[in-house]
């Protein structure tokens, strides 16, 4: 199954364009050498309302999955696990723990992250740090179960 793929950017800086996204070109091109296809990306600050109107949109678009980068860390400008908790039909709490422990092995910093995954209609979204190595190292730590998460919410059938 080809997994279709959006990229959200949450950064208040960013949107008022004073410093160039660069975690969402790093997502881009991690995502797409795991096969997957990018549909659409977004730029937003860091508020719910802006947050939870590009996941929707982003799902209304088609996406399986959508890698949100940014809004994940303690300052109080970040609001990203709020904001998709809060249109989120359920949180797969495995994904934001093996993010942080995995992390844990390259910074004692990864402890303060608050990345996570939940689902929202029929897609998967996985909510990633601003950093974009962090976003890209974090995503290389759950890549595997992703296509079959995609694959059970998209309801493929399986051979099981």
């Not at 860390?73 to 039909?89: F, K, N, Q, S």
Request: charged letters at 25%; hydrophobic letters at 40%; proline letters at 5%.
């Amino acid at each position: 199954m080809q997994i279709h793929v959006g990229i959200i950017t949450i950064s208040d800086r960013a949107s008022r364009g004073e410093y160039d996204d660069l975690g969402g070109p790093a997502l881009c091109k991690a995502a797409e050498s795991y096969g997957w296809k990018i549909v659409v990306e977004s730029l937003v600050p860091d508020e719910k309302r802006d947050i939870q109107r590009a996941v929707r949109e982003h799902a209304a678009k088609g996406c399986h999955l959508v890698l949100t980068t940014g809004g994940t860390g303690v300052a109080l400008r970040d609001v990203t696990p709020e904001a998709v908790r809060e249109i989120a039909v359920r949180e797969l709490p495995g994904f934001g723990e093996v993010m942080r422990l995995e992390s844990m092995k390259l910074t004692k910093n990864a402890i303060l992250s608050r990345n996570l995954a939940v689902v929202v209609d029929k897609t998967l979204v996985l909510c990633l740090p601003g950093k974009p190595s962090g976003a890209v190292e974090c995503l290389g730590f759950v890549v595997g179960a992703i296509p079959h998460g995609v694959e059970v919410l998209q309801e493929v059938p399986t051979n099981c």
